[in-house]
């Protein structure tokens, strides 16, 4: 682990500067105390001759004492399998290899990284493969030395909890606000790009070789090698991201062929109401209203023809079944995920991880109320209820005004796309005027993108502000507050556009003579209607371009972002070196690259759950959806290794049990999913309506007149003054028609709600109650038939238990009472002490304290303990673990 930082040389040194120092000197002599060690690069010897990097190394004692007491196991080198029955005393031998034992061989061969270079990943199901694995009992057999990632992983909880004065105050977290130090990393293996000195391939060279490249897409991830690197959380990162990519196969197989069943379908037999529309003799020569006033002209319905041959694209008999496809398949992938992440936490002794937090530094300075904590019984900064009141209504306000910015934004959009018809009608050229829809609908779906990523840069510094002034009391709480925020702000951002479309659009418009549109600007949304082909092509167009053009635009700034960061400040250093001819050390290379930050996976996983919403909440607009996010996240890999290895500092490693809040968030999005597919296929394609005109209204039970009966009539002398269309000096057709289910001018109520609009509203809504009940229960089904936790491996925990149970009764019955009095009296010294006040006694920590609880597992509840008078003092600021 690297220290840096800087002194002032400004001739008088300030207080500030004096206090630092002092901070610095009682904290290096505490992490003396607690037995690293340091080596201290002088400035002179640096890179710009005013730098210091402090180097901490790790014994071996302190790193097993340590380790002991946080509960930190050695990485698995292989799991050794033992058959329970007695009998069975080998394995089931292997029927002889034939032509398909090959072929999968040769798969297996095409997809694995190189294991002459990095050893394959130990597998609870390779270790049992050949036999019944509820038969086979696994003993983890580890190596005799910890990761990198741990020691820099123990080393930083030590660092957290060393004091720097007389009083409570400790960690480097506190340090590194205030610029005591400048940073706090754990340093790289060697380069990336070469071997070592002496000729080893060092670990970041092997995941550069194996993983970061390009050229490895293909290739299975070594999770086990990015584990040992990186550590448990960014591990679990990438096992979730290559499990979703692989979850993707099926849906992007599957929506592609409902693409190509439309696209070789299109111009069959049966497509019968897009051969309406195109027909030039026949229903494409009704004559429609016009989509302003003055400036727009009256149209014909072959006009749409290119929109109704895009719409069956995506609106073919093959949707339902899709739509249907898609909500098991996310729920699927939801069961199957837990099955792996259980499997995962069982691989990687990830079971029980610390929940236990400390205060976060930010917390305990900038809190100046206390309390006495009624469970540990110490003095502890704490806020009332009515100050989390206060603060919670002020970010409350703040959130509800950019999300009212958001719908200000979807609303401008909207009138743009409005103003834009009347312009491009009204002085736009010829070819402009033949695309006009088109043209609309894209340039608003990209303005609207624009928006969409100006307000998320916005946003995400306003939502960091936010949770500072909210204050949450640890990192937890604070990554989960950040988390709703940031949430709820971009499920709104990038999906209100495509709710408006899809549920919303052409739902507000009666007639083309009515005159409350007219009364203002905002009421013209009332006008803004749907293509007489219908509201999908737009809503593919959007959900098209909002998708793929954020995937391009978020790959491009994670791939140069930190290429052009590292470059200015590798520039700025060299400017600020001394002897360009001399090489920069290991520490310094690493200094000058771009610091990760705490929160640096919440924004990859922000980036994959909004994707997985694109592709799961409106795919039935757009099957091909899983096929673009599939080729996305085979690049998303490459480049977040590539990211990670080679331009950013080494992250400092943590431990995780699972994928925390998103994991929730991910089961929502699932729900929300069935509803809003049963949404769009109802209301907002034509296949209700269809269905309804095929069975009800159908002489002949096919769709022959469908467009004629989808449209109402208007006659044009029913305008007010000042309405209707451009006929270019000619008098008006006597009547034109529009998207809708009313009565014609002639009827009893003319331009009312007709019996026709009923009997679809009903069917939609039938269809919608039918489709979740149906959905709902193959999802429950799924559910209880797909458990949590692999038989087989509940078995083998049930196992675990059962023998740990046993070894513990034994071990206790021979534990002498003495081995445990040090502790136990440590313990009840520091709790004396921090009820009496004291502050010279620089006991254990309380919640540290508490657990030691897990060296002391060996005592079990019959054993009797009495405590002795300890012989020496607590002198450590932490632990003293004999």
Known sequence: M???????????????????????????????????????????????????????????????????????????????????????????????????????????????????????????????????REEQFIVKDRVTEFSSSQRSMIVMQILLRVRYDDTDKVGIRRLLNDNTYLACFPLHEGNFDKEDSSGRILDRRLLYLQWARPSKWMKKQPLGLIRKYFGDKIGLYFCWLGFYTKMLYAPAIVGFFCFMYGLVTIDSPDNIPMKEICDQNGPGNITLCPLCDKACKYQKLIDSCKFARLTYLFDNPATVFFAIFMSLWATVFLEM??????????????????????????FETSVKTFRTNPVTREKEPYLSTKTKALRYFITGSAIACMLLVVLCAVLGTIIYRLSLVSVIYGGGGYLLKKHAKIVTSVSAALINLIIIMCLTRFYHKLAIYLTNLENPRTHTEYEDSYTFKIFLFEFLNFYSSLIYIAFFKGRFFDYPGDIVVRKSEFLRVKGDVCDPAGCLSELCIQLAII???????????????????????????????????????????????????????????????????????????????????????????????????????????????????????????????????????????????????????SKSFDLNGYIDASLSEFNTSDYAEGMGGDNEGMPPPQKCQYRGYRNGPDEEKPYDLSPQYWHVFAARLAFVVIFEHIVFALVGVMQYVIPDVPSELKTQIQRESLLAKEAKYEHGLKKQDNEYDEILHAIRENNNASRNGSKDVKGLKGSWARRLSRISDGLDAHVEVTSRNKKNSVSSTVWEVT
């Open 2 to 132: 690297i220290l840096v930082y800087e002194e002032e040389e400004l001739g008088v040194m300030t207080e500030a500067e004096a206090r630092r120092r002092d901070h610095r000197k009682a904290f290096q002599e505490n992490m003396i105390k607690e037995g690293l060690e340091l080596e201290l690069e002088h400035k002179d010897i640096s890179f710009d001759g005013k730098t210091w990097f402090l180097k901490i190394h790790l014994p071996w004692k302190t790193k097993t004492r340590y380790a002991e007491v946080i509960g930190l196991k050695l990485p698995i080198k292989r799991f050794i399998t033992i058959s329970v029955k007695a009998w069975d005393d080998e394995k089931r031998q292997k029927k002889e290899t034939v032509l398909w034992t090959k072929l999968q061989e040769l798969w297996k061969k095409f997809f694995q990284y190189n294991t002459d270079l990095i050893e394959e990943d130990p597998t609870f199901y390779n270790a049992t493969e050949g036999a019944d």
């Open 337 to 362: 995920w837990r099955r792996k992440q259980k499997i995962i936490q069982w691989e990687w002794d990830l079971q029980g991880t610390e929940h236990d937090e400390e205060p976060r530094p930010e």
């Open 547 to 697: 998708m793929i053009g954020k995937q391009i635009f978020n790959n491009f700034v994670e791939l140069f972002n930190p290429f052009m960061y590292n470059w200015w400040r590798g520039r700025a250093h060299r400017s600020n070196t001394k002897d360009l001819t001399r090489k920069h050390t290991r520490w310094e290379q690493d200094y000058h690259m771009q610091d990760p930050g705490r929160l640096a996976l919440f924004d990859e996983y922000l980036e994959m759950i909004l994707q997985y919403g694109f592709v799961t909440l409106f795919v039935a607009a757009f099957p091909l959806a899983p096929l673009c996010a599939l080729l996305n996240n085979i690049a998303e890999i490459r480049l977040d290794a590539y990211k990670m290895v080679t331009q950013a500092r080494r992250p400092l490693a943590e431990r995780a049990e699972d994928i925390g809040a998103w994991e929730g968030i991910l089961r929502a999005i699932t729900y929300a999913a069935v509803v809003s597919n049963a949404f769009v296929i109802a209301y907002t394609s034509d296949f209700i309506p269809r269905m309804v005109y095929k069975y009800k209204y």
